[in-house]
């Protein structure tokens, strides 16, 4: 019961977006190199990423803050032939449709083997939580990107 009670305390605390909202994804070298499994938290307010490269064995982890944060509430649904609205008993409250939030992040990763990236990733929150990034290599002169996120 204890469980359940917490479930519902979270997903009430979703909607006040007071959770961290964890994804699995991937970090791929884009010269043709392995996929890394990463693990994504994204919060109200930042992301933190964790993965292990498992060919070089190089531990990643870091931070994302939130940079913007573009929001369309969506339309309110359709309303009741009867005029109804939230306030009339018996009927349901009206709902939100087409509800989206795009958030953009910027950070860095740091490798346990002297890799360091610096990256750009767009979230995007619906109902569910996706999002994609590229990282490029710190302080390399080369103007293209190195690794591509997903998650």
């Not at 409250?93 to 958030?103: A, F, H, L, Q």
Request: aromatic fraction near 4%; proline fraction near 7%.
């Amino acid at each position: 019961m204890a469980r359940r009670g917490s479930l519902v305390l979270c997903g009430g605390l979703v909607l006040l977006a007071a959770c961290a909202i964890t994804r699995k994804g991937t970090l791929t070298k884009l010269s043709a190199g392995p996929e890394i499994p990463v693990t994504v938290s994204v919060s109200e307010t930042e992301a933190t990423l964790t993965g292990t490269d498992p060919q070089s064995g190089e531990e990643f982890e870091g931070t994302f803050n939130v940079v913007e944060t573009k929001g369309d509430r969506g339309m309110l649904g359709p309303s009741s032939p009867m005029g109804g609205g939230s306030m009339t008993p018996g009927l349901p409250p009206e709902t939100r449709t087409g509800t989206k939030e795009t958030i953009q992040m910027t950070g860095r990763l740091e490798g346990s083997k002297g890799t360091s990236l610096k990256c750009v990733v767009q979230v995007e929150r619906t109902l569910t939580l996706k999002g994609s990034g590229i990282c490029w290599v710190v302080d390399s002169d080369d103007p293209n990107p190195a690794y591509r996120l997903h998650f």
